[in-house]
């Protein structure tokens, strides 16, 4: 059982940056590949990005050229490093673990609890 924790959230203005991590405990992180998901008040869980076992990543349009998805696989860790912030960013993100790579949350088996990320405009 894999348990993932979710840091670096917080509270930033449009422009900023902001790197979330996301550590994995009781099992091998780098066995799996590391999706990030963003769900906004009222609104749907989205996919944001993902990085694969062999550190391939891909991302949603949205955040496409100003976030980058990165993992340490020494440190059992993944990160989310977030650039020029803008205020429809505002959501809890998750980061979640799967041995199928997709877009679609329900193909992944881990989760963490969040962090929250607020940007003000």
């Known amino acids: 059982q894999v348990q993932l924790v979710e840091s670096g959230g917080g509270l930033v203005q449009a422009g900023d940056s902001l790197r979330l991590s996301c550590a994995a405990s009781?099992?091998?992180?780098?066995?799996?590949?590391a999706g990030w998901f963003r769900q906004a008040p009222g609104k749907e869980r989205e996919f944001v990005a993902i990085?694969?076992?062999?550190?391939?990543?891909s991302y949603s349009d949205s955040v496409k050229g100003r976030f980058t998805a990165s993992r340490d696989n020494a440190k059992n860790a993944v990160y989310l490093q977030m650039d020029s912030l803008k205020f429809e960013d505002t959501a809890v993100y998750y980061c979640?673990?799967?041995?199928?790579?997709?877009?679609?949350?329900?193909?992944?088996?881990?989760w963490g609890q969040g962090t929250q990320v607020t940007v003000s405009s």
């Open positions: 979640a673990a799967t041995r199928t790579p997709a877009v679609s949350p329900t193909l992944y088996d881990y």
């Open positions: 009781g099992g091998i992180f780098g066995n799996y590949a």
């Open positions: 990085i694969t076992r062999g550190s391939s990543t």
